[in-house]
């Protein structure tokens, strides 16, 4: 079978609902008139496959998530893809998606995968040049590696973090298994709800003109594109848009 060119490939699993909230926005931001008008994408979901980032990072678990992400995208590459990107913002720290690209190279795999968290830095400047300081809502991962405070500083612009406890609770509602994200699927809690907009409430008061919901899971839970006046900025949303006009522009149905 000879598959369309370009071809995206999406590596989900990381979450699995994460997955298909990114290709579900692929499609919501196509401009068409009927089915064969859609872009060409393959969705990568092998949950077990991909051990946890945020564990990994924090030195609860030895296995580098990099190695299973490679293999698959080297499985993408094999059967036509050219651009691919993660649904999982830990993902993109260093330590795992430096090894993971170096492992490619290492194999000669040219497929281009975009850096979902690079992309959303790029997009602030872009989009809103007045903004400057940019409050981030993520993983104790991301935090750990800096991974949004050095995307943001190489953009221009400053990283504004949550104090210790809004991080638990952040943490607490992607990953609790009675109310979490992640344990949850379909149906947000209202206790992880609650969590997430009270992060950001807290981010606000702390200077944030703009606020990243830094792991795939939070936008699931917070569908707002502004919150007392100020932007809720979601990356998948951002490199889905991203992906339309680096492959298919004349396809890109502008959001509002």
């Not at 060409?40 to 979901?45: A, D, H, R, T, W």
């Not at 030195?59 to 993660?86: H, L, R, W």
């Not at 720290?93 to 975009?114: E, N, Q, S």
């Not at 400057?132 to 405070?149: N, P, S």
Request: proline share 5%; glycine share 8%; net charge negative.
């Amino acid at each position: 079978m000879t598959f369309p060119s370009p071809l995206i490939g999406i590596l989900g699993g990381m979450g699995p609902q994460a997955g298909l909230d990114l290709a579900e926005k692929l499609t919501s931001l196509t401009r068409t008139e009927g089915d064969r008008d859609h872009l060409p994408f393959i969705l990568f979901s092998l949950p077990q496959m991909v051990s946890d980032r945020t564990a990994f990072l924090l030195g609860q678990q030895a296995t580098n998530p990099a190695y299973a992400i490679a293999d698959q995208f080297e499985k993408m590459a094999s059967i036509g893809c050219t651009i691919a990107v993660m649904a999982c913002n830990t993902a993109h720290a260093g330590p795992i998606f430096d090894v993971a690209l170096d492992l490619l190279r290492k194999k000669g795999i040219t497929l281009r995968i975009l850096h979902m968290v690079r992309e959303t830095a790029d997009y602030i400047v872009r989009t809103w040049p007045g903004i400057r300081r940019v409050g981030i809502l993520g993983t104790q991962g991301t935090y750990k590696t800096g991974l949004y405070d050095q995307a943001l500083r190489d953009a221009g612009l400053e990283a504004i973090l949550p104090d210790a406890e809004i991080r638990q609770h952040i943490h607490d509602a992607i990953y609790s298994t009675t109310y979490g994200i992640k344990a949850c699927p379909g149906v947000v809690s209202e206790q992880a709800g609650t969590r997430i907009r009270t992060a950001i409430r807290h981010l606000l008061d702390l200077g944030a003109e703009a606020v990243i919901l830094g792991c795939t899971e939070l936008p699931l839970a917070v569908r707002d594109k502004q919150m007392d006046g100020t932007w809720i900025l979601d990356p998948a949303r951002i490199i889905a848009e991203k992906l339309i006009r680096e492959t298919y522009p004349d396809k890109l149905a502008l959001p509002d």
